[in-house]
Nanobody
């Protein structure tokens, strides 16, 4: 069974940077996708960026040019470096592992404020 855990969240000022880390463990084999989602109060989780096990990446328009995902090919991990953070980027960031079924981590808070 796959388990997912996020780390790296924390308070940051507008214009600042933060790196989030996601690690998936357990029965990960074959083709899979790791993705970062953001959720704000009262809203559904929204996709931010993703990477497949073939290193294909995807970014939403709001993430392009500011966020970069990367992985260590020897592990099932997905880092996301977030630059030029703005108040609208704040929320709880969740990592999702999908290999047939989807598995979510517990989330990590990213408050962006002065």
């Amino acid at each position: 069974q796959v388990q997912v855990v996020e780390s790296g969240g924390g308070w940051v000022q507008p214009g600042g940077s933060l790196r989030l880390h996601c690690a998936a463990s357990g029965s990960t084999r074959g083709f899979y996708t790791l993705a970062w989602f953001r959720q704000t109060p009262g809203n559904d989780k929204q996709l931010v960026a993703s990477m497949t096990s073939l290193n294909t990446t995807y970014y939403t328009n709001s993430a392009k040019g500011r966020f970069t995902v990367s992985t260590d090919s020897t592990t099932t991990t997905l880092d996301m470096l977030m630059n030029s953070l703005q108040p609208e980027d704040k929320g709880i960031y969740y990592c999702q592992h999908r290999e047939g079924r989807a598995t979510w981590g517990p989330g990590t808070q990213v408050p962006v404020s002065t």
